[in-house]
């Protein structure tokens, strides 16, 4: 019904800075929540920010100061900022958007959870 796509990860150097893409198309009423997610290997997936729809914004303490959450309504398209980048911030990247899929459970207030495919982030010199 929502399908997700992730784009802007890459091989980046230490100090570095990249930006992720995630566009949401299908099925779409209205989002509730965006936000990314990152799993390194061993590891388990741990939330990086994410932005609700009143504005708040919440980020991980590893990463505050350094990435921003950011999100284009008119596109359903949330982006992740990533500067200063550490080689401990390797992962693969997820966003996962919170959507209702109809009016119907938008007034129930039960939205959907929807995950990307992944983006990898690989910060080395």
């Known amino acids: 019904q929502v399908q997700l796509v992730e784009s802007g990860g890459g091989l980046v150097q230490p100090g570095g800075s990249l930006r992720l893409s995630c566009a949401a198309s299908?099925?779409?009423?209205?989002?509730?929540?965006m936000g990314w997610y990152r799993q390194a290997p061993g590891k388990q997936r741990e939330l990086v920010a994410d932005?609700?729809?009143?504005?708040?914004?919440n980020y991980a303490d590893s990463v505050k100061g350094r990435f921003t959450i950011s999100r284009d309504n008119a596109k359903n398209t949330v982006y992740l900022q990533m500067n200063s980048l550490k080689p401990e911030d390797t992962a693969v990247y997820y966003c996962?958007?919170?959507?209702?899929?109809?009016?119907?459970?938008?007034?129930?207030?039960?939205?959907?959870?929807?995950w990307g495919q992944g983006t990898q982030v690989t910060v080395s010199s």
């Open positions: 932005l609700a729809v009143g504005g708040r914004r």
């Open positions: 996962k958007l919170d959507v209702f899929t109809s009016s119907g459970s938008y007034l129930r207030g039960r939205p959907s959870d929807y």
């Open positions: 299908g099925s779409i009423f209205s989002i509730k929540a």
